[in-house]
């Protein structure tokens, strides 16, 4: 319960607090998008308290360091980082036959030649393989 009010009342003192010249550039509600703009004018190398400044100044929010690093981390480790790469789906399998080897026979022929062997029978294919060999 006291995180809740400590967060209203940060909340409700965020439009308040005057830039230096006594006029707040922009008014912002959400603190993480404070901090993505700091970020993006002062680059992911800032330092938590150079944001807070710049962050106070511009947009008239208070937040801690710790607040501001917390956020920071967690922009930092959703941006930019790429999922698993996709698997190669059986490329070896399915490649294509190579041509340094020409009398070679491949996986696929060979499950071609099963499937020849399970639809005629066997002695039909031994047939068939005698016929191909004269």
Do not use: C, W
Not at 43 to 68: C, H, L, R, S, W
Not at 110 to 125: C, S
């Amino acid at each position: 319960m006291a995180k809740t009010k400590a967060t209203k009342q940060t909340g409700a003192s965020a439009h308040k607090a005057p830039a230096g010249n006594g006029q707040v550039k922009e008014k912002l509600t959400n603190k993480a998008e404070a901090i993505r703009r700091a970020l993006a004018k002062l680059g992911k190398k800032a330092t938590p308290a150079e944001i807070q400044d710049f962050i106070k100044t511009n947009f008239g929010i208070e937040m801690a360091t710790t607040v501001i690093s917390v956020y920071k981390s967690k922009l930092n480790k959703t941006k930019g980082k790429p999922g698993r790469k996709p698997r190669a789906v059986e490329a070896t399998a399915e490649a294509a036959p190579n041509p340094a080897g020409q009398g070679a026979v491949t996986f696929k022929d060979l499950r071609a030649m099963k499937d020849i062997t399970n639809r005629l029978g066997p002695a039909r294919m031994k047939e068939l393989v005698e016929l191909m060999t004269d």
